[in-house]
């Protein structure tokens, strides 16, 4: 269970997140939509302990813990997971060795035993398979030279293999075609199950068509002005955000 | 505070002490007077038994080191250097050693604690070790394996007794006696090294390697590497070195010589961990070195790969000299600075022959107060055409009180050569940190694999054995001292 509690953070002394709430249970999937700039990977960025992102007030609390209180690190041992809108390059970083370092930092960070090379190839080669992804994304270095759809998934994938508790999606389906998005929505509905729950921040309800989200909340100039059901990102589509930031 | 503040933060949190092989040796030694004059380069070749032209050498190269001046131009800066101060020799008192069960125990456990097993049943598969502990050699692993198929690997103070006339014909061939102030000092004292001869046609069966080891205080080490490779030859050699920690700085000034002829092929990779000296940059080795490879035959190669994360001060450039047409030069280096250290190292490709080649590829890190500097030559002579050179020097910055430099001289006298010079510089990007640390990486953890990736193109040149070690020996110098 995640709860975020009138949740305020700046930039420097730009005020960008001005008092959100938002509670998303497990076994849930909420939407995050809103427009350009309303502060949405802001928000990703405070759940998962960027650098530079001051919290001014508020509380995050994820399964009884106050995460914001936590290092990066922690955070992503205690099962916190964001797939970036902007994936990070790293020349000269295996993927292979940089998703085993990760998994492995993250079972040892959980008390659970570390995988050898063997034992984790052969994870990280179903998890590929189930992803439609070539065994040779193992051998690339970390996002260099992968194309928009390709970093993509392998955020997926990094989140297929870390197996979190919450996943916070930063535009994962930007970028992405028609078949990548449904195989992207595919890994996100295998980790489906009642300890797992999802914030999916998107700006096309096409998505939320195979991702089926339990709450669709809107993000504008820094808080949730409205939140409903599936149909909200419907309607949202066809009326886009006038009128809503006032709200 | 911004990542790369706090990234130093931890980094200078993390105390050099770590310096896991800084432990001192308790053994009787056996050391010549302080200080340096004729008496003592005297002893030393009369220690060693040497023939007398070996001694007028060492005579010649003494003369005229006292005539030359200490050299400044490196972006390196210390105190005087006591050459008085110093011993020229120091050796275990018990006589060399004639075989492993003759090694004294305290020395062969003192390179197993350095994970360096000279018990040949123990020692890494297909690794012949050659261990030099202050003046002397005292344990060469697998020569019986190796003289099988012809190949000499021996201290050379027995190459002088038992292959005179290849070390008489080849010593001083590459880098001449009076080539630098250091390498006369290391000429008129050099006390032991490896030799290594591969003979015509012979490809040697096993990696070599030799281990470096200052124990003695106040103790020059003066090593001198000779490896030659006759027509069609090849060998892989690989050095380390480690220091115990001492307050007072200590003087390396190795040579390292190597002859590639027709064909023959040389690897000559170094992992460097002398003392780097502790987090105020009090002691540590002064690592002055000449490292020179002559390619006199057609189409030989000579590759040097070195990884310095070690020594206060690292003063070399390992060269190439390509004098056979086709002939190819590779210099790899990856250095690392931390703290006080000062780096300046780099290589030069000496272009002669025909349709000779170069390749350069130096990464330099730094951190903390340190600084690193590429220097490097590329001289193209009138005779070279079809020369190329290709030179890619990159400089990665952790926190903002360190410098990196690069220096490049290029000397081109031949209209048809190609020479082909990139750099960069950048420091360790915050998104990068934090996307690895979402991911459940430590800081560390983080720092270690984005170096590493930095590093890689130059870590795959190590042998296989080698590179796993000096990924570890990268982080861990991380943890103590990024850089
Ligand atoms: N490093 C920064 N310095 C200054 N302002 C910033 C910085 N990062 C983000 N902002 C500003 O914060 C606001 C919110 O940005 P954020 O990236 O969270 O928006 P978003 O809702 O994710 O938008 P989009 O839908 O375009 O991805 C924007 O006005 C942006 O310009
Ligand atoms: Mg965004």
Redesign the pocket.
């Given at each position: 269970m995640l709860e975020i509690k009138n949740l305020s953070a700046r930039?420097?002394d730009?005020e960008?997140l001005r008092g959100v709430n938002l509670s998303v249970p497990d076994g849930e999937i909420h939407a995050i939509m809103?427009?350009?700039?309303?502060?949405?990977?802001?928000?990703?960025?405070v759940l998962s302990g960027r650098e530079?992102y001051e919290v001014t007030g508020g509380e995050a609390i994820y399964n009884g813990q106050d995460i914001l209180a936590l290092t990066p690190e922690a955070r992503a041992a205690a099962g916190i997971f964001l797939a970036f809108?902007y994936p990070v390059e790293l020349p000269g970083v295996g993927n292979a060795n940089f998703l085993r370092t990760a998994l492995n930092a993250v079972r040892r960070a959980r008390g659970e035993a570390e995988l050898d090379a063997v034992a984790f190839l052969k994870l990280a080669r179903t998890a590929l398979k189930n992803l439609s992804m070539q065994d040779d994304m193992l051998k690339r270095n970390v996002n260099v030279g992968f194309s928009g759809g390709e970093k993509k998934r392998n955020e997926v994938l990094q989140m297929a293999l870390l197996r979190p508790g919450l996943a916070i999606l930063?535009?994962t389906d930007s970028g992405l075609d028609i078949d990548a998005l449904k195989i992207v929505a595919e890994g996100v509905n295998a980790l489906r199950s009642p300890v797992f729950s999802a914030l999916v921040?998107t700006?096309y309800q096409r998505l939320l068509d195979y991702i089926v989200p339990d709450r669709v909340h809107v993000?504008a100039a820094?808080k949730i002005v409205r939140s409903g059901g599936p149909e909200l990102a419907l309607e949202l589509e066809a009326r886009g955000y006038a009128g809503l930031e006032a709200a | 505070m911004s990542t790369t503040v706090e990234t130093r933060d931890t980094v200078e949190a993390l105390s050099v002490e770590k310096y896991k092989y800084g432990f001192t040796t308790e053994i009787a030694m056996e050391e010549f007077p302080k200080g340096l004059n004729e008496e003592i380069v005297r002893l030393i070749s009369a220690k060693k038994g040497e023939p007398d032209w070996l001694l007028a050498w060492r005579l010649k190269a003494f003369a005229l080191w006292q005539k030359l001046e200490e050299p400044h131009w490196a972006r390196v800066e210390h105190p005087p250097i006591a050459y008085d101060e110093l011993y020229y020799y120091a050796a275990p008192a018990a006589p060399t050693p004639k075989s492993l069960d003759e090694v004294n125990p305290a020395l062969l456990n003192m390179y197993e604690k350095l994970g360096i097993p000279l018990n040949e049943r123990a020692a890494l598969a297909g690794v012949a070790v050659d261990a030099v502990f202050d003046s002397v050699s005292v344990a060469t692993t697998f020569r019986e394996t190796l003289a099988k198929s012809g190949v000499i690997f021996c201290p050379i103070s027995e190459a002088v007794r038992e292959h005179p006339e290849l070390v008489h014909k080849y010593l001083g061939s590459v880098v001449p006696y009076g080539d630098n102030y250091f390498a006369a000092l290391n000429s008129a004292v050099f006390s032991d090294g490896s030799f290594v001869y591969i003979p015509k046609g012979v490809r040697c069966p096993m990696e070599l390697s030799t281990y470096f080891r200052i124990n003695a205080r106040n103790t020059g080490q003066f090593e001198r590497t000779l490896i030659i490779a006759e027509e069609g030859a090849s060998v892989s050699y690989l050095e380390g070195c480690t220091a115990p920690m001492r307050d007072e700085n200590q003087l390396h000034a190795a040579v390292v010589e190597l002859v590639a002829m027709d064909e023959a092929k040389i690897k000559y990779s170094t992992v460097q961990n002398w003392y780097p000296g502790d987090a105020d940059g009090k002691g540590g080795i002064y690592n002055f070195v000449t490292k020179r490879g002559a390619c006199r035959g057609r189409n030989s190669k000579i590759s040097w790969t070195q990884v310095e994360t070690g020594s206060a001060i690292t003063w070399k450039y390992p060269s190439c000299i390509l004098q056979g047409d086709g002939s190819v030069g590779e210099f790899y280096s990856v250095a690392m600075t931390h703290n006080h250290q000062q780096a300046d190292t780099g290589t030069k490709m000496i272009h002669i022959g025909k349709n000779t080649t170069s390749t350069i590829i130096s990464k330099g890190i730094s951190a903390g107060h340190s600084n690193n500097t590429y220097r490097g030559l590329v001289k193209i002579m009138p005779n070279a055409s079809g020369a190329r050179n290709y030179t890619q020097c990159d400089s990665l910055l952790i926190g903002d009180q360190c410098g990196a430099h690069t220096v490049p001289y290029i000397e081109s006298r031949n209209a048809s050569a190609k020479v082909e010079h990139e750099a960069t510089t950048s420091k360790i990007a915050e998104d990068q940190l934090f996307y690895c640390r979402s991911r459940g990486l430590s800081e560390e953890d983080a720092v270690g694999l984005i170096v590493n990736g930095f590093c890689k193109d130059v870590l795959k040149e190590l042998p296989m054995e080698f590179a796993v070690e000096a990924q570890k020996l990268l982080a861990v110098s991380l943890e103590g001292s990024v850089g």
């Open positions: 930039i420097g730009k960008i809103g427009p350009n700039g309303a502060g949405k990977s802001t928000l990703s960025y530079g809108q930063d535009e921040i700006h993000l820094g | -």
